[in-house]
């Protein structure tokens, strides 16, 4: 999918089944690429919950300043991603943020307040109230790719940032290329299919797991 010709990206969870969790999502594409910048985003990702008095409803927040283009050797630019609740009840974020080429992925990093690191790698080097999870560490919640994060948002409140700039250097001429960053948020309320609030240590998994166990 090219960002040039293309219109804005939604999707929807619409699978409403009887105790089912349905999730707000919403999808951004952010497109670099040389000669032309463009940053893509529709907001009417509103879905009702149906538990309980109230809506999760979440907006992609974001700080973007792309360069003019893309040239041989670093490439540095202000690219500051978060979610805000923007419902009326709590809770929990995820967000898919890939690359649209893996070869720039492998030339690329990403900076969060702990520093610079290689994007490949970023799910170790995560910032605080982040957490990344692989099929071994869960087979439901890891299956994805998702970055989770793990606090309660509360309504009117954003995540902290998932990462802020973006390094990407090209060693030769012949490979500077356009390419995408792909960021997708979901979101599902704190409470359970009965109403009640998470157990555990890991009540952010828990709500995922329920969730994903149903859909």
Not at 13 to 19: D, E, V
Not at 26 to 37: D, F, K, N, Q, R
Not at 129 to 142: E, H, I, K, Y
Request: hydrophobic share 35%.
């Amino acid at each position: 999918l090219s960002l040039h010709d293309a219109l804005p990206i939604l999707k929807i969870f619409s699978n409403l089944k009887k105790g089912i969790l349905i999730p707000a999502a919403i999808i951004l594409i952010a497109s670099a690429g040389a000669g032309s910048t463009a940053a893509y985003f529709r907001h009417v990702q509103t879905v009702k919950n149906a538990l309980s008095v109230g809506e999760s409803t979440i907006e992609i927040t974001e700080d973007y300043a792309p360069p003019k283009e893309m040239q041989q050797g670093e490439n540095i630019y202000k690219k500051r991603v978060a979610v805000k609740n923007t419902g009326t009840v709590p809770c929990y974020v995820r967000v898919y943020a890939g690359f649209s080429d893996s070869a720039v992925e492998d030339v690329s990093q990403l900076y969060n307040p702990n520093g610079w690191f290689d994007a490949a790698s970023y799910q170790d080097n995560l910032p605080d109230g982040w957490a990344f999870v692989t099929p071994a560490d869960d087979a439901v919640v890891g299956d994805g790719g998702y970055y989770y994060y793990t606090k309660p948002l509360q309504p009117g409140k954003s995540t902290e940032p998932l990462f802020e700039k973006v390094k990407t250097t090209f060693a030769k001429a012949e490979d500077v290329q356009d390419y995408e960053i792909i960021v997708y948020a979901e979101c599902v309320q704190t409470l359970d299919k009965d109403g009640a609030e998470f157990p555990g240590s890991t009540p952010w998994k828990s709500a995922w797991k329920e969730f994903l166990e149903r859909k």
